[in-house]
């Protein structure tokens, strides 16, 4: 009972340490994969990182000690039978070998359901949380009962699924049961024969009969922790094959100074995804110090995606990023370690992630700006209308991606942070996608002080207002892909 104990309390302590570091190696490498990764594949990760590798706590607390067993205590057992009658020992060591076939045979089907299994659930959790985040928008058109039925047809099919798993994981259990059973009775009856034949004396014969079970125990108790594992198996091959993914460059050299650095995209291409296109295609763009540059083009030519090369997210298919300082040689942006990158960056996408916090506290997350700084950042960008009409002013708390305030909002708050932040350089993604012709002046003052701070501006611009207020207007423009080079 000791033995058990400590067994039990190291093995979940190392299985939920091996569980938190692979969650967080894939957690990290998915960041680093980047947003276009991330729309494509965030709700398959979601579910993988909460559900997924859950299931890994049986593989390590049960499976891989009941492995360590058989591959000791198996083979020890066999030489004591051995010793106390080679017959028996020859009949359980031509016994033994079908324990391990059969369950290689029965653990490819058991794979294959662990598999589907995951893959159900994947798609179930995918599709639940892209309903979630859709159900305001959903109430508003009156359709949020219409997803419903595909959810329940999610449900069933996980719940096929899983008890798919069970039943060849019980009928796996018995086969092994009564596949051990016959070769302890075979045992049993070539010891039964020599005692009625004087070839054997009651002594060992009994011994021989309680060891013989022992043998086939650590075995058999590895085929029944096997099913137990499996789905834990299955999503670490999954979290594998997301380590495997290649992300971005990243070097180890020191980010320049933005406030007295010229950046350069030099003939910037990205290869559109399940498209035979190039967007941006061949883009040159030139972001020198204090200026105010804007990316304008029609939808679907890769502006977005130019300010995701830009920000070191998303590697180039053509042409590259360089960095020139006033006070030394250019740099590639591949080299230049991405965290002292960012840290100079404030980025305010079309559609900005807020972590559950205060008001206060998602204006300014360091805490250091002055209360007056954080009320003119919330003036200039429009966000002190936003904060007047919350219940508890700057100590509302907002939830998880923003909830308790609309996407105008949290644009309003992302460029307000964007204000009190003071990075040298600033890129806005379609700032006033979401707000009225009032709220885009705001938008427009802001990016004016932001000027007037000396600070840079790139900003993804539609409207005209926009462009007028730019000094460089850069046109990005998408091309076709070659043909040979789509059928590689």
Do not use: C
Not at 20 to 31: F, G, I, K, S, Y
Not at 331 to 339: R, T
């Amino acid at each position: 009972m000791l033995a058990t104990g400590v067994q039990e309390r190291y093995a979940h302590r190392a299985a939920t340490r091996a569980v938190a570091e692979l969650r967080a190696q894939v957690l990290a490498h998915a960041a680093a994969l980047g947003p276009r990764w991330g729309a494509a594949h965030g709700g398959e990760a979601a579910t993988l990182l909460t559900r997924g590798l859950d299931a890994l706590e049986p593989y390590f607390v049960r499976y891989l000690p009941q492995l360590l067993l058989a591959v000791t205590v198996t083979p020890g057992a066999l030489a004591v039978v051995l010793g106390l009658d080679w017959v028996a020992a020859v009949t359980i060591a031509v016994t033994l070998p079908l324990v391990p076939l059969f369950m290689w045979l029965i653990g490819l089907v058991t794979a294959g359901y662990a598999e589907r299994r995951l893959a159900t659930m994947t798609r179930l959790g995918h599709q639940v949380l892209d309903l979630v985040a859709g159900i305001p928008t959903l109430q508003a058109l009156g359709r949020h009962r219409g997803p419903a039925a595909r959810v329940r047809e999610l449900g069933d099919a996980h719940r096929r699924a899983t008890m798919g798993t069970l039943r060849v994981a019980f009928l796996s259990g018995m086969v092994l049961e009564l596949l051990t059973t016959l070769s302890v009775a075979l045992v049993a009856v070539g010891v039964g024969l020599r005692l009625v034949h004087g070839g054997l004396d009651l002594r060992t014969g009994l011994a021989v009969l309680v060891l013989a079970p022992e043998v086939y125990l650590p075995l058999r108790q590895v085929g029944a922790h096997f099913h137990a594992s499996a789905d834990g198996v299955a999503a670490a091959e999954r979290a594998f094959a997301i380590l495997d993914e290649p992300a971005p460059p990243s070097g180890d050299r020191p980010a320049p100074d933005l406030a007295r650095t010229t950046v350069r995209l030099r003939g910037v291409g990205v290869v559109a995804p399940d498209r035979a296109r190039v967007a941006p295609a061949g883009l040159d763009l030139e972001l020198r110090p204090g200026r105010v540059v804007a990316l304008a083009g029609p939808n679907g030519a890769g502006k977005s995606t130019a300010v995701l090369t830009l920000l070191g997210l998303l590697a180039p298919d053509e042409g590259d990023v360089v960095l020139e300082p006033a006070d030394g040689p250019p740099l590639p942006l591949a080299e230049v370690d991405l965290a002292g990158w960012w840290r100079q960056i404030s980025w305010v996408p079309q559609r900005p992630v807020q972590e559950p916090a205060t008001v206060r506290d998602a204006v300014d997350p360091t805490g250091a700006a002055p209360d007056g700084d954080v009320a003119e950042a919330a003036r200039l960008a429009g966000f002190d209308a936003v904060v007047a009409g919350l219940p508890d002013g700057w100590s509302t708390r907002v939830g998880q991606g923003g909830a308790g305030l609309s996407l105008g909002e949290r644009q309003r708050l992302a460029l307000a942070r964007a204000l009190v932040a003071r990075t040298p350089l600033v890129v806005l993604d379609e700032p006033t996608a979401h707000l009225d012709a009032g709220a885009e002046g705001q938008v427009l003052a802001a990016i004016r002080r932001l000027r007037a701070q000396g600070r840079t501006v790139l900003v993804v611009a539609h409207r005209p207002a926009l462009l007028e207020a730019a000094d460089d207007v850069v046109h990005v423009a998408a091309a076709p892909r070659p043909v040979a080079e789509a059928a590689r």
